[in-house]
């Protein structure tokens, strides 16, 4: 799908999040970024990336880089 809520996104999110965190397996297109940024992760749900850093300290923070179609986005 071309179209992508607000709400799906936070979904993807957190379900990334616990996929990292606690490796639950997940139905989910997830992907660590190579490169210099070792934090640097990519969701795929269908034509859409969500770019997203994630840093787990005493707290977890983390922080949408991008949301695009594919071509545009990397």
């Known amino acids: ?5 607000e709400d799906k996104v936070d979904k ?3 379900s ?10 997940i139905n989910i ?3 660590k970024m190579k490169g ?3 934090n640097l992760f990519r969701i ?8 997203f850093n994630f840093v787990k ?4 923070i983390l922080t949408v880089e991008d949301i695009g ?4 986005i990397y």
């Open 57 to 60: 300290n005493d707290i977890v």
């Open 12 to 14: 993807l999110l957190k």
């Open 16 to 25: 990334a999040a616990r996929h990292i965190m606690f490796k639950e397996n």
């Open 1 to 5: 799908s071309n179209i992508i809520t």
């Open 36 to 38: 210099s940024d070792q």
């Open 44 to 51: 795929r749900k269908g034509k859409v990336r969500i770019l």
């Open 29 to 31: 297109d997830l992907k």
């Open 69 to 72: 179609f594919r071509g545009n």
